[in-house]
């Protein structure tokens, strides 16, 4: 494709890469967002050991969104409430942690309980 100089009036050769720059690049990237995919296998003989699959998806938030991708909004390590959300953990953490023990207690008293009180399943012996 040529276009006329205004300067000089020639003709000069646009190419692919003039008035590309790297911002303009990864604005296209973003814009339309691009997938890499791969597989690697590690094999011994005809024993597969290891597989990975790999894939990656590179494009802006809004782009993520609107193909219905937003797991980072609900990540509790990427949102404010991440303390809320530790701090709440550790309370039911303990909470727990008194119950099983409040249990263990029960139990405990329960088989005592069984222990002295006599076994009403045979009849009394008479002599």
């Not at 937003?70 to 942690?97: F, I």
């Not at 029960?106 to 012996?125: F, S, V, W, Y």
């Amino acid at each position: 494709m040529s276009q006329p100089n205004k300067q000089t009036g020639s003709n000069r050769i646009v190419t692919s890469t003039q008035g590309s720059t790297l911002a303009d690049i990864l604005e296209r990237v973003l814009d339309k967002g691009i997938v890499i995919a791969g597989d690697i296998a590690v094999s011994v003989g005809s024993t597969e050991l290891l597989t990975i699959r790999i894939r990656l998806l590179i494009s802006s938030v809004d782009k993520a969104k609107e193909i219905g991708i937003n797991w980072w909004e609900s990540d509790p390590y990427l949102s404010s409430q991440a303390s809320e959300l530790m701090q709440s953990n550790q309370q039911l953490l303990e909470q727990v942690k008194s119950l099983q023990e409040e249990v263990r207690s029960l139990k405990a008293l329960a088989g005592d309980r069984e222990a002295k009180q006599p076994d009403k399943t045979e009849p009394d012996k008479i002599e």
